[in-house]
């Protein structure tokens, strides 16, 4: 029953920005960590950003520097804030959360649906 929504994505030109937004519902007691993943055609998945409920946020040393992730814990969601876009950024975003689950012992992971962001002129 838990279900992660993404939006957000789009087409945007190089330099341009755009701002993804995941909310996490259902029977959740407490989301343990929060992030996006990436995934282009012909490229391994990577890891975009994470944005831990204890330690400090985490960047793919590509993304440094242009994306910043937030979270609204009260809402339950994530957002990723992309500047100055580049052609490589272009993929299926997808956004994660691990998560307990009320009244259920241990963590799962969660995905989203994926949201795409193509970067072109």
């Known amino acids: 029953q838990v279900q992660l929504v993404e939006s957000g994505g789009g087409l945007v030109q190089p330099g341009g920005s755009l701002r993804l937004s995941c909310t996490a519902s259902?029977?959740?007691?407490?989301?343990?960590?929060m992030g996006w993943y990436r995934q282009a055609p012909e490229k391994q998945r990577e890891l975009v950003a994470t944005?831990?409920?204890?330690?400090?946020?985490n960047y793919a040393d590509s993304v440094k520097g242009r994306f910043t992730i937030t979270r609204d814990n009260a809402k339950n969601t994530v957002f990723l804030q992309m500047d100055s876009l580049k052609a490589e950024d272009t993929a299926v975003y997808y956004c994660?959360?691990?998560?307990?689950?009320?009244?259920?012992?241990?963590?799962?992971?969660?995905w989203g649906q994926g949201t795409q962001v193509t970067v072109s002129s």
């Open positions: 944005m831990p409920s204890m330690g400090s946020t």
């Open positions: 259902g029977p959740i007691s407490s989301i343990l960590n």
């Open positions: 994660f959360a691990a998560l307990e689950r009320l009244g259920i012992v241990g963590a799962s992971m969660y």
